[in-house]
Every structure is written in C-alpha cells, then in structure tokens.
Nanobody, 130 residues
Framework: QVQLVESGGGLVQHGDSLRLSCAASGRTFRNYAMGWFRQAPGKEREFVAAINWSGGSTYYADSVKGRFTISRDNAKNTLYLQMNSLKPEDTAIYYC???????????????????????WGQGTQVTVSS
C-alpha cells in the first residue's frame, strides 16, 4: 500500500509560480512512475505531467508544456510539480498518482491514462486569479 499526500497549493495571481509536493510512504516509491493530474469544477480529471521511476523521462500535457516541470527525489520519497506563469485556466484540484504495476509500454499515451495509476492522493487546491 502506498499513501500519497499533496501539499503546496494555494491562491495566486496570473503569472505567479507555485511548487506542489507529493510525499509518498513506503520504500518502493523509487520503483514507481508518478504522475500529476488535475480536475477543475465540472470537468473530468486530466493529465498534467508524468515522470518515470528514475526521473530520466518526463511527459507533459500540451497545455502546460514549457511552464510546468515535474521532478522527483527518490531519497526523500517526494514528487514535485513546479508551476510557472500560472493562468486562471490552471485552477483545479491537483492530484499526484503512482503507477505501481507497470503495465507497459510506457510513453506519453500510457502515462496520460489515469487508469494506469494505482494510488492517488487526496488533492491540493490551486486557484489562479486573473
């Protein structure tokens, strides 16, 4: 069992930055690919970014590419999402997720599918005012 706890959300203005963190329990964090998803009111949960177990491969939704950076520190069992140049349309609850059972084949389409993730955090609210 893996527990994920997000933090770092808040209310910011258009153009500001935030860094989200996701603390994971357990010794197997380093074995998992990880992802960030978000859900705005009235919308489905959507993919934001993902990173493989080593941090050597990252994937982004087109809407955040060039503004957001996903990273991980396996020694600290922590996943990060650095969000720059925030826009009002980034307002959502942000969730981290762990892919504990690598079903293959990897790649952007695989990691963008929320059904490939086995554990989810409770979410952290990000609100960007215009």
């Amino acid at each position: 069992q893996v527990q994920l706890v997000e933090s770092g959300g808040g209310l910011v203005q258009h153009g500001d930055s935030l860094r989200l963190s996701c603390a994971a329990s357990g010794r197997t964090f380093r074995n998992y690919a990880m992802g960030w998803f978000r859900q705005a009111p009235g919308k489905e949960r959507e993919f934001v970014a993902a990173i493989n177990w080593s941090g050597g491969s990252t994937y982004y939704a087109d809407s955040v590419k060039g503004r957001f950076t996903i990273s991980r520190d396996n020694a600290k069992n922590t996943l990060y999402l650095q969000m720059n140049s925030l826009k009002p349309e980034d307002t959502a609850i942000y969730y981290c997720a762990a892919d504990a059972i690598f079903r293959g084949p990897g790649g952007s389409s695989y990691y963008a599918d929320r059904d490939n993730y086995d554990y989810w955090g409770q979410g952290t609210q990000v609100t960007v005012s215009s």
